[in-house]
């Protein structure tokens, strides 16, 4: 008889993997996955409420997507970048189309990471100013701009690039002022004014910002925050860079997130759902006016890479692309997900462990609390990589067939755009048995 191969611990034994600690892991092998669903090795289904890493937008095993992908693959799969091809042109063209604003001119780079290193870049060649404003609560990526960015628990095991300063985070539900809204005035926004005040405007290159805050724990702006930042930003001549890598293409009900408040930023990043996470893809698109700078003599873009422009990549995002168009995906997630926040709000009713509800399309946090006077967390920034509740929370989620991400102390649920009612019921009803666990520890 053949041998069974154990491929988890060869994995653990050969191959590194991403924030954790190495002997704490102990994953489910994935064999295959079509639609809203994945399958392990033994064959047992789940339904995949967070979209993998929030990426897996079209679900899985999209037909259109795999023939564009053979049949790029067939003709063509890599030129060095020097070159054009019809792929990167065409998909350049579309980007500009489907983004809001006179958005117009796009590189493309492996993944959000690379996507926020290109904004950077972009953002200090064209004003010549190196600071730049982030937020603690946000995630940028793991290279050393992007984690210089980040600031949430992971920048911590990092020294990323300098220059960055931090803003306080838009955060309702545990307002870094202690105010509350709508008396507070928007504080967080304005603050923003008060740093590059103090910092001097004419040294910040840029303001960076996720329009909602993804896997520090979905946190949405209050609708003035937004469209105040882009005016403290055209006010102080300080480009706005929004970080669209997992709000982007659909996730919120809107192309992308910015349109619920009808800002359009100076520098846009996008990945995961721009091929629908089936390869690997980003991009960074400028206004008009960046684009227009670096035609003039003098003004060299200087970054690249060997995969930039990949024909193969942008092949599949063209398809990925005319998916969400075809099936009116965009439209679907608004749907579902006034359906979703609807679901999970009633969880507050039964659950003494849920805190907040918030979120916008398919985008939802259940932020989970031992106590709700004291609004006391479960996990704390310093417990993320620790075993704690939210993590039993989704255990226990997974036993019974949903697979549901957790972050510090926060729930994200948001399935994939071809979502139907019925899988949102399922994964609830999953929901409301697994934070049973949590309930058990509350106050
Ligand atoms: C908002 C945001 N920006 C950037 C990134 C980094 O993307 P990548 O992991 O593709 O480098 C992520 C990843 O989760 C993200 O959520």
Known sequence: MKKKVDYVAVEREYVFGTWRYEYAWNPLLVEEAEGSYFRDIDGNRYLDFSSQLMCSNLGHRSRRVIDALSEQAGRLCYAAPSFATKPAAMLGEKLAEITPGDLHKSFFSLGGAEANEAA???????????????????????????????????????????????????????????????????????????????????????????????????????????????????????????????????????????????????????????????????????????????????????????????PLCCAVAIAAIQEYIDNDLIENARRMGDVLGRRLTDLKEDHASVGDVRGKGLFWGVELVRDRETKEPFVTRREKFLPNTLKRVSAAAMERGVYVVNTINTLIVAPPLIVDEEQIDEGVQVLDEALKVADAECA
């Not at 004003?127 to 995630?139: A, H, W």
């Not at 103090?198 to 946190?219: D, F, K, Q, T």
């Not at 992308?256 to 930023?265: N, T």
Request: net charge negative.
């Open 120 to 310: 950077i870049k972009m953002a200090r060649f064209y004003t010549g100013r190196t600071k730049l404003i982030s937020r603690y609560r946000s995630y940028h990526g793991a290279t050393s701009g992007a984690i210089a960015l980040t600031g949430d628990p992971r920048t911590q095991y990092a020294v990323g690039m300098s220059g960055v300063v931090r803003a306080p985070d838009c955060y309702c539900y545990r307002c870094p002022f202690g105010l509350e809204y709508p008396d507070c005035g928007v504080n967080c926004a304005e603050y923003v004014d008060e740093i590059i005040e103090m910092e001097g405007e004419h040294s910040v290159a840029g303001v960076v910002v996720e329009p909602i805050v993804g896997s520090n724990g979905i946190l949405v702006p209050p609708d003035e925050y937004m469209p105040r930042l882009r005016e403290i930003c055209d006010d102080r001549g300080v480009l706005l860079i929004v970080d669209e890598v997992m709000t982007g293409f659909g996730r919120t009900g809107r192309w992308f997130c910015v349109e619920h408040w009808d800002v359009v930023p100076d520098i846009m990043s996008m990945a995961k759902g721009l091929t629908g996470a089936f390869i690997p893809l980003g991009a960074t698109i400028a206004r008009k006016k960046i684009a227009d700078f670096f035609e003039q003599e003098g003004n060299l873009f200087c970054h690249g890479h060997t995969y930039s422009m990949h």
